[in-house]
């Protein structure tokens, strides 16, 4: 079955650190897709990045990057000089074996930057 | 662009009552889906549709039901609500490829007493 874990509950951090969100996920698909969304205090649920399991390379986007390792089963989220703006909750999320868009998501991490 | 719109932003219902959460996109997606947001427990799929006439169960179906007669609209019908529907509730849409990402709508807030 498919599983995504987010073993960091909270992460607090002082602005300009750095922070690293983990994700783990099982999965017995070979063609699979792993996501990233962002939940702002407003709620809405913002798209950031995602990621072909046959495509291993890393992606840097500004101050995002992200480091997948299929040896590992890990889809990993880096926030370098970490923002204000930054706080919020991160889901890491996979897509299921229904070939439907459909998406299992982890419990997520809550993201605190304090100014 | 409206994106996908939900409606209401906030609702209170008493136990029992029965409620249609509603959810339009404009992007012409032919996939649509309700997912429920719990705290400690991420998003869960409640049912989803690959277009019009289909849909079928996610993870957690039971006291929801839904239809999709058209392309734009996919609501959710609380039959009986029930305490354990409080929850925030997500509507989503995507073209059907494999790994489309998802547009979210801005959630309801549902309270049930």
């Known amino acids: 079955a498919q599983k995504v874990t987010q073993a960091q509950t909270e992460i607090s951090v002082v602005e300009k650190e750095d922070v690293t969100l983990d994700c783990v996920y099982e999965?017995?698909?070979?063609?699979?897709?792993l996501f990233w969304y962002k939940q702002p205090p407003s709620g809405e649920l913002v798209f950031l990045i995602r990621?072909?399991?046959?495509?291993?390379q890393n992606e840097i986007s500004g101050r995002y990057s992200w480091n997948f390792q299929k040896s590992t089963s890990s889809f990993n989220f880096t926030i370098t000089a970490s923002q204000v703006v930054d706080s919020a909750v991160y889901f890491c999320?996979?897509?299921?074996?229904?070939?439907?868009?459909?998406?299992?998501f982890g419990t997520g991490t809550r993201l605190t930057v304090i100014p | 662009n409206a994106g996908v719109t939900q409606t209401p932003k906030f609702q209170v219902l008493k136990t029992g009552q029965s409620m249609t959460l509603q959810c339009a996109q404009d992007?012409?997606?032919?996939?649509m889906s309700w997912y429920r947001q719990d705290p400690g427990m991420g998003l869960r799929l409640i049912h989803y549709?690959?277009?019009?006439?289909?849909?079928d169960q996610g993870e957690v179906p039971n006291g929801y039901n839904v239809s999709r007669s058209t392309t734009e609209d996919f609501p959710l019908r609380l039959l009986s609500a029930a305490p354990s529907q409080t929850s925030v509730y997500f509507c989503?849409?995507?073209?059907?490829?494999?790994?489309?990402?998802?547009?979210f709508g801005s959630g309801t807030q549902l309270s049930v007493l």
């Open positions: 549709s690959v277009g019009a006439g289909i849909t």
């Open positions: 999320a996979l897509s299921d074996l229904t070939g439907a868009n459909n998406l299992f």
């Open positions: 989503a849409s995507s073209r059907v490829s494999d790994g489309e990402k998802l547009f």
């Open positions: 992007m012409n997606h032919e996939y």
């Open positions: 999965t017995r698909d070979t063609t699979y897709y």
């Open positions: 990621r072909n399991s046959f495509d291993e």
